[in-house]
T-cell receptor, first 112, second 114 residues
């Protein structure tokens, strides 16, 4: 079964702290995606990770991919309140036809 | 370039009714996917259309159907609505990129079934 698991599901952190969200996927993935969703809004694309060892950074967010461990991480550095949102990872896989499998999401709350 | 648009944005229906949601992809995108998002089940894939053909289908009952037109616009239909169909329905259009596809999501249609 194609499965993508994220942890933690909920994360409450103080401003200025660092933390990491983990995304494990069970299938051979062509690429790994990270999205952000604000309450009541749609999904905004953050990163596309294409290959083993890929690392991408945008502001206080950094995403990495380890295809051997089937693990992607989203690291938050010196969190600020504006980063409060739900973060989803998704595995893109060519199993038959191309499929997106989304993780459960991590609801992040940054406390001032 | 205009993004993915979905209409209507909000909808209230009663049980037993049917509903049609519309999605206009980004110009040039030929693939359109539909997702249902609920607090309990998260993001679930409904189906994907490419060049007017259903290419992928998720595990939803036959009450959920869709179609795509020659201009790539897509519609999703839900018949005999149930309370559990209340959800945010997201449409995403895709563009081939680096051997895969990158999805761009619309704002969603919030469906409430009473």
């Amino acid at each position: 079964e194609l499965k993508v698991e994220q942890n933690p599901l909920f994360l409450s952190m103080q401003e200025g702290k660092n933390y990491t969200i983990y995304c494990n996927y069970s299938t051979t993935s062509d690429r790994l995606y990270w999205y952000r969703q604000d309450p009541g809004k749609s999904l905004e694309s953050l990163f596309v990770l294409l290959s083993n060892g890929a690392v991408k950074q945008e502001g206080r967010l950094m995403a990495s991919l380890d295809t051997k461990a089937r693990l992607s991480t989203l690291h938050i550095t010196a969190a600020v309140h504006d980063l409060s949102a739900t973060y989803f990872c998704a595995s893109g896989t060519t199993s038959g036809t191309y499929k997106y499998i989304f993780g459960t999401g991590t609801r992040l709350k940054v406390l001032a | 370039k205009a993004g993915v648009t979905q209409t209507p944005r909000y909808l209230i229906k009663t049980r037993g009714q049917q509903v049609t949601l519309s999605c206009s992809p980004i110009s040039g995108h030929r693939s359109v996917s539909w997702y249902q998002q609920t607090p309990g089940q998260g993001l679930q894939f409904l189906f994907e259309y490419f060049s007017e053909t259903q290419r992928n289908k998720g595990n939803f009952p036959g009450r959920f159907s869709g179609r795509q037109f020659s201009n790539s616009r897509s519609e999703m239909n839900v018949s005999t609505l149930e309370l559990g169909d209340s959800a945010l329905y997201l449409c995403a259009s895709s563009l081939p990129r680096d051997g895969g596809y990158e999805q761009y999501f619309g704002p969603g249609t919030r469906l409430t079934v009473t």
